[in-house]
């Protein structure tokens, strides 16, 4: 495929990350008239705020009392819906080259689902880094990885006939099996108790199917493997009464929840201090011209991992883009209360 | 991850736990390779923020205590259960994200020292995520 591929997807602003900062430089890019697509590995908007707390009450958010995680969330979506970002999810990105071409300066940017982007700036506000799955500390759990243990199914078909062990009692586990129960050749779920937080109507529905005969259920935890060449055989269990037994099975489905980690972000060749990325504290730049990090993943003297920050710092980033973007147009400072010209953006005049 | 840790510090001053109208007792964290480290903690705190208070490796706390990361898993020495007590359903749930969970499993965001638990030791397990 060539760069003028019919594929790329075009957009002035690339953010990586859609947690609460990201979400907030599309408004301050919008009133820029700067357009914006996001990406987030999550399936869900709110980074943090969504996936870690939703439920959980913030006090520090200026203008706001108390608001869970969810609601500022939420509440951030309707002040950005004039601006209509377009949102990519559950991927990952996994590369942002820059390129000098004609039209001026323009980064490529890559997904793990294949997906490609073609920015005139991007902004890095991907937190404190991708939520990825959680993995087993099982010994030599990794020589099985991508070969037999998966983490996430991207495509049901690859575990047709296969005997599958889906590990956890969350949703992903649930559904997983459910879903993979008429195409693998027999499905074992395997969780530590005899109780499920997942969703009351799957947990029926395999309670079901397991009194059926149609799938395996057991109780126990993993704790070693059996195989050759990355082709598992079986997996070593404890029950809850710390008896041991083995599952046959040549294909391993843990799910334990997700946790933060760096990912790629360290090899798209920006400076990095301590897993985190300096900015200077007037644009929020990093050591790449065009591109700048927002909110969690930045650094600089005095910054405080608080979303009010992050805010700050994407309405600073967002006045640079604009320099990138238009060069040939002067910034005039603007209030949203008395601008016509920023309430026409905003679809607030009438 | 470390971040915790860094807004605990750099939110000290307004954060700050009133140290002086509660008493200080001694915990005691194991690694998994047998080294211990004994701190200080004050009663009220929760056992997860005295650990990264005194950055004791082994504990994550991803989540910050909302009990929703399952990076702050704990064994309780045996002797110490009763005092510590069982944990609640919501943190029952979450055990589920843990790994090699046993009857002694407890998420340390969910303990809350006080006097009776003057001495606690707890292990810390191989790897939290
Ligand atoms: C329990 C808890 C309570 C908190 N309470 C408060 C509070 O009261 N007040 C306050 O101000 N702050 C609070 N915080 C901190 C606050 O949530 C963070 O400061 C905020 O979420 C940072 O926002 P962000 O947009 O920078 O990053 P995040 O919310 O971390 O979002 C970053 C997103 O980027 C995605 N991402 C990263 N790398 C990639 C990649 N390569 N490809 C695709 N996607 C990627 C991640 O999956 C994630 O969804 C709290 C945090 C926790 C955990
Ligand atoms: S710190 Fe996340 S569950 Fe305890």
């Not at chain 1, 914006?36 to 939703?54: R, V, W």
């Not at chain 1, 985190?276 to 065009?290: A, C, H, R």
């Not at chain 2, 004050?42 to 923020?49: H, I, W």
């Amino acid at each position: 495929m060539t760069d003028h591929d019919d594929a790329v997807i075009k957009t002035d602003a690339l953010i990586i990350g859609a947690g609460p900062v990201g979400l907030f430089a599309v408004f301050e890019l919008g009133l820029l008239d700067i357009k914006s697509h996001l990406i987030d590995i999550l399936p869900k908007i709110g980074g943090q705020c969504a996936e870690l707390y939703p439920e959980k009450p913030i006090y520090d958010i200026p203008g706001f009392p108390v608001v869970t995680g969810q609601q500022l969330v939420n509440n951030l979506l309707q002040q950005i819906e004039p601006f209509h970002p377009e949102f990519h999810l559950g991927e990952m990105v996994v590369s942002v080259a820059r390129h000098e071409s004609e039209q001026g300066i323009v980064f490529h940017v890559e997904t793990d689902g294949g997906k490609r982007f073609e920015a005139k700036t991007v902004l890095v506000a991907a937190g404190g880094g991708s939520f990825q799955p959680k993995k087993p500390p099982i010994p030599e759990i990794d020589r099985y990885e991508n070969t037999s243990v998966f983490y996430a199914v991207r495509q049901m078909e690859s575990l047709r006939d296969h005997h599958v062990l889906i590990v956890g009692g969350g949703d992903s586990a649930l559904d997983w099996a459910l879903n993979l129960q008429s195409v693998a050749a027999r499905v074992t779920l395997m969780h530590r108790r005899d109780e499920f937080r997942a969703a009351p109507h799957s947990v029926a529905k395999m309670r079901e199917l397991v009194a059926e005969g149609k799938m395996d259920l057991l109780f126990g935890q993993v704790t070693g493997l059996e195989g050759a060449g990355g082709q598992l055989t079986a997996a070593q269990c404890k029950g809850m009464d710390q008896a041991t037994f083995t599952v046959p099975c040549d294909r391993m489905l843990p799910f334990f929840g997700l946790t933060m980690k760096l990912g790629p972000i360290a090899e798209w060749g920006l400076n990095l201090h301590e897993n985190l990325i300096p900015v200077d504290t007037e644009k929020f730049e990093t050591s790449t011209p065009g591109i700048f990090a927002i909110g969690d993943i930045n650094t600089y003297p005095g910054k405080l991992k608080l979303i009010l920050s992050g805010f700050h710092e994407a309405a600073l980033a967002a006045q640079k883009a604009h320099r990138y973007i238009y060069p040939d147009k002067r910034l005039l400072f603007q209030y949203t209360t008395s601008s016509t010209s920023l309430q026409k953006k905003l679809g607030v005049n009438g | 991850m470390a971040f915790n840790m860094d807004k605990s510090e750099a939110n000290g001053g307004a954060n700050a736990f009133n140290y002086a109208e509660s008493t200080m007792t001694d915990v005691t964290f194991i690694d998994h390779s047998g080294e211990s480290r004994k701190v200080p903690a004050t009663s009220g705190m929760t056992l997860m923020e005295v650990a990264i208070k005194h950055q004791v490796p082994g504990i994550d706390a991803e989540c910050g205590g909302a009990c929703a990361c399952a990076t702050c898993h704990v064994y309780v020495e045996p002797e110490w259960m009763e005092a510590v007590g069982q944990p609640a359903s919501m943190e029952e749930d979450m055990l589920d994200f843990a790994f090699d969970v046993r009857p002694n499993s407890r998420l340390s965001c969910q303990i809350k020292i006080s006097d009776a638990l003057d001495g606690l030791r707890v292990h810390t397990p191989v790897r939290q995520s």
